[in-house]
């Protein structure tokens, strides 16, 4: 054999390696999206049940959400920031 084909025998096993890591590669990107998509909609999912919490434990809060729903441009001042206070944590 002559330096030429051992080479190209090289260059063979060098694309073999570099199609293997692509193939890794798109297989941990698509598995670490699926992770992030399944994290966001658990953090989604707890934050909705935090303001339900709060919604359920008091009766001033449930009407201001329900106010909010039906026509959100009819609240007050203090609705609005009752709204947003219950909404951000």
């Not at 030429?4 to 941990?28: C, H, K, P, R, T």
């Not at 670490?32 to 707890?46: C, F, K, M, V």
Request: charged residues 20%; aromatic residues 6%; glycine residues 8%.
């Amino acid at each position: 054999m002559n330096w030429d084909a051992i080479g190209a025998v090289g260059e063979i096993f060098g694309v073999a390696a570099v199609v293997i890591s692509v193939v890794y590669l798109a297989a941990q990107i698509k598995s670490q999206t699926a992770e992030s998509r399944l994290a966001a909609t658990r953090d989604l999912a707890g934050k909705r049940a935090e303001i339900m919490k709060l919604v359920g434990a008091d009766d001033a809060v449930a009407e201001i959400l329900i106010k909010a729903i039906r026509d959100y441009n009819s609240l007050s001042i203090g609705g609005t920031n009752a709204l947003f206070v219950v909404a951000l944590p």
